[in-house]
């Protein structure tokens, strides 16, 4: 190793320069030398980086509206860690897929990414990497803990006032059953305490299942089950000890359990569930999706793969039976309406799905389909092209599975709604759409737990009190500050927090500034202290760049500038300058009523940056002076939009530029394959 | 006279982050959650839209056992032993994946054998997992140990 010193200081190299270089860098260094003697150094070299790894520190620019000092995130591989603002003041840590990050942030959000990529050695992207995972799975619990002690008191309320028509409209929170909406209307819950529900038509695949129940577990199991399964719910009971859900502790939590709530719907999901295979009774009407396209048809070996994928669902469905998993209920709706709709695709010779649609309310309207015809279309194709390729694992009736199922079952309700919306003009459901089903009803008042009043008053009462400590307990740990607690501020404490765990191993001592500053500059190269101004993101960038062992950076466009560096080859320049400054002739950006009104990009062309943003100043005024006259028609929409667009073209005129444009409806074809966060 | 004037852009631009310095909101903070079986609070995909990521098939297995493996780490390292609430989590797993019928896929037991090495659970800690968590079952306890024994 002494040799190896020696060797670049006779070359009158830095290895430190050498060690900041990438493997390829460090290839076309040798290339450069044409020497032999370089060689085994350049094996020892790619061996050090072989052994290490690299992870991402991402900065996303500023934009419009909720993110308008810029944000940060961390990558490991395919998944990205970031602190996003939650509800009710709270920042929580969220892992997400890079590819679905970089379409959230790059594409829709129309943002530039800027990455450092950050060499450590494995094991501390393995220590890093867990203890964020850990923090996501910490904070995931500890907010399910908040939620269940919610629909606790939200379902013990609905027993208190079971009967009263009055409370329904003051109800906290509806309850909903999912699955359950595959196969019931809450239409057929009309009847209060109905004990027993009819089925009007019967399913012939249901009919044939109950024989292969009956003769795996005898002709009374059903009803047997059903029965017990009345009697249990009828027992539940809320029994609030209370003390599991007591003192928020970072490093050890308390259980979440199995809340009384979640119990109770699982119950009532299992009982329909049963109730289904009892009466056999027939899918809903709405809950699967058939089209006479083309695509859809079925050839004689793609009906054999299902053929042997329907009797998988039925082995499923009894095992199912058996099952001590909380949520047999929705599984068991779940397959046995995928075993009617499996059956109905053999008989017709055309594939038939169940509407994976939920309860997403967001859809593209009319106007918007008018709008949005040609990257409708471009998705349109892309969504049977996924389609397509999901259909092919029919073609191999072994190695078929569930897993592909779904996948074929989801591209199908995709590519069906969109050319249904873009054909027939009619709204496309733009969110909801699932791998499952989850079909839901509204929870009908069918059966009711046996709680006195008196006994429901007490749970109540320990319900505020445990809630009401436990609410200013995460206030304390994850309430929102701009300064001392924002998306910046929070990846390094969990850095930190990560290198205090090894420091300190399984003893008590707590670890110093200093011993933190030195085995971060031991793992990561350095130390970035985020207190001061650390907490804006670009400044905690510099420092990353600066402190940290960073080994390469990239600069990832936004898809408008992509997208415009694109026109600037194909295009006479000053033409595309002309065009696509302005939002008015722009051919790569159509106003998305998400964005303020504005007139020029200011994003690229900063020396006008001021002259831009005094027009787009004027433009925010006159939009906030018309929004005044149209109050009271549009509720304020325009108003608010103007107000925005003065308060982003403020800072353009001192060459600051925040807002980007952002886009509504993009195809993911668009995702650039070669530079891409992943690649 | 240059300085100055550079400085007073630095000032400005440090005024205007700290005052509108905010982190992303997070996009399922305003969407309800109806369906207490399905929630995915603390993670976040884009299946959810119209518009989807392409699926990348051959690593749609490698994921769900990853994200398991993630799970059971987690699980077993921070919150008390509840084997209903960690079904429940494997359920939420699952079908984010696809997968309704999870107790049948043997990568299931496999993935939580890798997690409870990972986790680094032994002896009669992990035998207790091990029978807990299958239900007692051979083949399933099978399944773990060969996980456990992979990594």
Redesign the interface.
């Known amino acids: 190793m002494l040799s190896f010193y020696r060797f670049y200081a006779l070359t009158g190299l830095s290895m430190h320069a050498i060690f900041r270089q990438s493997p390829r860098s460090v290839i076309n260094f040798a290339k450069r030398f044409h020497t032999l003697f370089m060689l085994p150094w350049l094996m020892l070299l790619l061996s050090t980086s072989v052994s290490a790894r690299t992870f991402d520190y991402i900065y996303i620019d500023a934009s419009e509206g909720n993110a308008s000092g810029g944000h940060t995130a961390l990558r490991f591989g395919e998944d990205v860690f970031h602190y996003q603002y939650f509800d009710g003041g709270f920042i929580r840590v969220i892992k997400q897929q890079a590819v679905d990050f970089e379409f959230a942030y790059r594409f829709l959000g129309n943002r530039t990414l800027y990455l450092s990529q950050i060499e450590v050695s494995d094991e501390t992207y393995a220590m890093l990497r867990d203890y964020f995972i850990l923090q996501t799975h910490q904070q995931k619990q500890q907010f399910s803990l908040l939620a269940s002690l919610r629909r606790d008191r939200s379902l013990l309320n609905w027993f208190k006032n079971f009967g009263d028509t009055r409370q329904e409209a003051t109800q906290q929170e509806r309850f909903f059953l999912a699955g359950a909406g595959l196969f019931y209307k809450e239409a057929d819950f009309a009847v209060p305490d109905q004990t027993h529900i009819e089925s009007r038509k019967k399913s012939a695949v249901l009919i044939h299942l109950q024989k292969a129940i009956e003769m795996s577990y005898g002709t009374e199991f059903l009803a047997r089950r059903t029965e017990e399964l009345r009697n249990q719910i009828k027992q539940l009971s809320p029994g609030f000890e209370g003390q599991r859900y007591l003192g928020l502790n970072q490093e050890h939590l308390p259980a979440t359990g199995y809340s009384f709530a979640d119990h109770y719907l699982d119950l009532v999901t299992g009982y329909l569930a049963l109730k289904v295979l009892q009466d056999s009774r027939e899918l809903d009407a709405n809950a699967y999706v058939f089209s006479d396209l083309s695509v859809f048809e079925l050839t004689a070996k793609e009906i054999e793969t299902l053929r042997l994928f329907s009797k998988k669902l039925q082995k499923s469905i009894l095992q199912l039976l058996k099952s001590n998993r909380p949520d047999w209920g929705y599984a068991l709706l779940v397959s046995s309406a995928r075993l009617i709709t499996v059956n109905k695709s053999i008989k017709s010779g055309r594939l038939a799905l169940l509407d994976v649609f939920g309860q997403g309310k967001d859809v593209i309207g009319l106007d918007a389909i008018q709008k949005y015809a040609q990257e409708l279309q471009i998705i349109a194709s892309q969504a049977l092209e996924e389609f397509q390729k999901n259909s092919r694992a029919l073609q191999n009736k072994q190695t078929f599975t569930e897993r592909d199922y779904s996948y074929l079952e989801m591209a199908g309700n995709r590519y069906l709604e969109l050319r249904n919306g873009l054909d027939y003009k009619k709204n496309i459901r733009f969110n909801g759409v699932n791998l499952l089903p989850t079909k839901n009803v509204a929870l009908p008042e069918l059966i009711i737990p046996v709680i006195s009043g008196p006994e429901i008053d007490h749970a109540l009462s320990r319900i505020d009190a445990i809630e009401k400590q436990f609410y200013a307990q995460l206030q304390r740990a994850y309430g929102y500050n701009l300064i001392t607690r924002n998306c910046v501020t929070e990846l390094f404490k969990t850095v930190e927090a990560a290198l205090i765990q090894k420091i300190t191993g399984n003893t008590k001592e707590a670890a110093t500034k200093e011993s933190i500053k030195a085995e971060s500059v031991r793992r990561l190269g350095g130390f970035v202290d985020s207190s001061g101004i650390g907490f804006i993101p670009f400044i905690s960038f510099h420092a990353v760049q600066n402190q940290y062992n960073v080994i390469a950076s990239r600069r990832l466009a936004s898809f408008r500038l992509n997208q415009l560096e694109q026109l600037y080859r194909q295009e006479n320049d000053v033409l595309v300058s002309l065009r696509e400054t302005n939002t008015m002739s722009s051919t790569l950006y159509k106003w998305n009523p998400k964005d303020s009104f504005f007139i020029f990009f200011t994003d690229k062309a900063w020396p006008l940056r001021p002259l831009f943003g005094a027009v787009n100043t004027l433009a925010g005024v006159g939009e906030t002076l018309a929004g005044l006259l149209s109050f009271p028609f549009d509720a304020g929409t325009t108003l608010k939009s103007g107000t925005m667009g003065i308060l982003m073209s403020l800072p353009e005129l001192v060459f600051v530029n925040m807002r980007k444009g952002s886009y509504q409806y993009l195809p993911y074809a668009q995702l650039s394959s070669k530079n891409g966060l992943s690649n | 006279m240059y300085n100055k004037r550079r400085y007073?852009?630095y000032f400005?631009?440090?005024i205007?982050?700290?005052i509108?310095?905010?982190?992303?909101?997070?996009?399922?903070?305003?969407s309800?959650?109806?369906?207490?079986?399905?929630?995915s609070?603390?993670?976040?995909?884009?299946?959810?839209?119209?518009?989807?990521?392409?699926?990348k098939?051959s690593k749609?297995?490698e994921?769900?056992q990853d994200e398991i493996v993630?799970?059971t780490?987690?699980?077993v390292?921070?919150?008390?032993?509840?084997y209903?609430?960690f079904?429940?989590g494997l359920?939420d797993i699952a079908?984010?994946?696809?997968?309704?019928?999870w107790?049948?896929?043997p990568n299931t037991y496999i993935a939580i054998g890798k997690g409870l090495r990972?986790a680094k659970i032994e002896g009669v800690a992990y035998e207790t997992y091990k029978k807990n968590l299958t239900?007692a079952d051979y083949g399933k306890m099978q399944d773990i140990q060969k996980g456990y024994d992979s990594e």
Not at chain 2, 45 to 52: A, D, G, P, R, Y
């Open positions: 007073v852009s400005a631009l440090l205007i982050s700290v509108l310095s905010g982190c992303s909101f997070s996009e399922s903070s305003s309800s959650s109806e369906s207490s079986s399905n929630s609070e603390g993670s976040s995909n884009s299946l959810s839209s119209i518009v989807s990521s392409p699926s098939s749609k297995g994921r769900y993630d799970y780490y987690a699980y390292k921070s919150s008390e032993a509840d209903e609430s079904q429940k359920a079908s984010r994946q696809g997968i309704v019928n107790e049948e896929d990972k239900g």
